[in-house]
């Protein structure tokens, strides 16, 4: 099945405790991207890449960082969380960058630091 | 910069009752518009798009027309169903090349027996 998978959906943590949120696509899609949804917020890009060891940020990336070495992972770290990033994380991918290819979205990660 | 505005919700209706859901959007070019929705616990998933204007993207009985003289997306459905309760997100694109998904704040649509 055609899928975006992430791991851990929940996940309660502490201030300053690095953490990784692992992405993985089996559709081959080129384009991966990070978001977070926030009440009366929407959904807001952190980090993007356009395809395997290229990244760039997207309109919220600070605390953030990403990396793809593989097509297929596209891993969130936040290397010192803090409160203001206790969010609804969903990992997206498509088929290329152009914006005539849907973008499948994983099932959300929902992440609270205390 | 580009933004979207949804209507407030959360939407109210009951089962058979008409829906409108309210989208506008501000952007320069020629963008391409869509509507995701998210049901509970789940992520997003595009239910229909438009690429240019005069457009009409339509899937499992929702419908939106891409109008550019008003800057418009507005969602419709003639008579919803208790399994459309969801959250809906319009979305804008640039035509640019590069896909960068610019998303209202969403709705939240419930629909009663």
């Known amino acids: 099945e055609a899928q975006v998978t992430q791991n851990p959906r929940y996940l309660i943590t502490v201030t300053g405790k690095k953490l990784t949120v692992t992405c993985s696509q089996n559709?081959?899609?080129?384009?991966m991207s990070w978001y977070r949804q926030d009440p009366g917020l929407g959904l807001r890009q952190i980090y993007y890449s356009m395809n395997v060891e290229v990244t760039d940020k997207g309109d919220v990336p600070e605390g953030y960082k990403v990396s793809r070495k593989e097509k297929r992972n596209f891993p969130l770290i936040l290397e010192s969380p803090s409160p203001n990033q206790t969010s609804l994380y969903f990992c997206?991918?498509?088929?290329?960058?152009?914006?005539?290819?849907?973008?499948?979205f994983g099932p959300g990660t929902r992440l609270t630091v205390l | 910069g580009n933004s979207v505005t949804q209507m407030e919700g959360p939407v109210t209706l009951s089962e058979e009752a008409f829906l409108t859901i309210n989208c506008t959007y501000t952007a320069t070019g020629y963008p391409s518009l869509f509507w995701y929705v998210q049901y509970p616990g789940e992520g997003l998933q595009l239910l229909l798009k438009a690429t240019k204007a005069d457009d009409k993207g339509s899937n499992k009985g929702f419908e939106a027309t891409y109008r550019k003289e008003t800057t418009s997306f507005h969602l419709e459905k003639g008579s919803v169903q208790v399994s459309d309760s969801a959250v809906y997100f319009c979305a804008l694109t640039q035509n640019t090349g590069f896909q960068k998904l610019v998303f209202g704040t969403g709705t939240r649509l419930l629909v009663s027996p």
């Open positions: 997206a991918s498509s088929f290329r960058a152009d914006n005539y290819n849907e973008q499948f």
């Open positions: 559709m081959n899609h080129e384009y």
